[in-house]
């Protein structure tokens, strides 16, 4: 069993930049980050093994988000860099044990609530 608890999410403006955690109890391997704007399906935005030395991004969001994670902690981060209004969404976080397509939704096992964010232009 593992519980997911995301925080940092918050409201800023386009250009900005956010850190998002999320703090695991519980033993995680794969651990990844979606988001869901309203109306929207949910979205791949980053994945990170076990090790963290593999990591997977959306094709349009590689160079300004950034995944890790310290496993001494049993925390993963979401570096978010140069916001845009369009990364406005409900981020959560996931973990599973995944060894193939770790950007499907399905894959994983446990789930945050999300975390809120909201980027202004």
């Known amino acids: 069993q593992v519980q997911l608890v995301e925080s940092g999410g918050g409201l800023v403006q386009a250009g900005d930049s956010l850190r998002l955690s999320c703090a695991a109890s519980?033993?995680?391997?794969?651990m990844a980050w979606f988001r869901q704007a309203p109306g929207k399906e949910r979205e791949f935005v980053a994945a990170?093994?076990?090790?963290?030395?593999?990591?997977y991004y959306a094709d349009s969001l590689k160079g300004r988000f950034t995944i890790s994670r310290d496993n001494a902690k049993n925390t993963v981060y979401l570096q978010m860099n140069s916001l845009k209004p369009e990364d406005t969404a409900v981020y959560y976080c996931?973990?599973?044990?995944?060894?193939?397509?770790?950007?499907?939704?399905?894959?994983?096992?446990?789930w945050g609530q999300g975390t809120q964010v909201t980027v202004s232009s």
């Open positions: 996931a973990a599973g044990t995944v060894t193939e397509r770790a950007v499907v939704p399905d894959r994983y096992d446990y």
């Open positions: 519980g033993r995680t391997y794969t």
């Open positions: 990170i093994t076990y090790s963290g030395h593999s990591t």
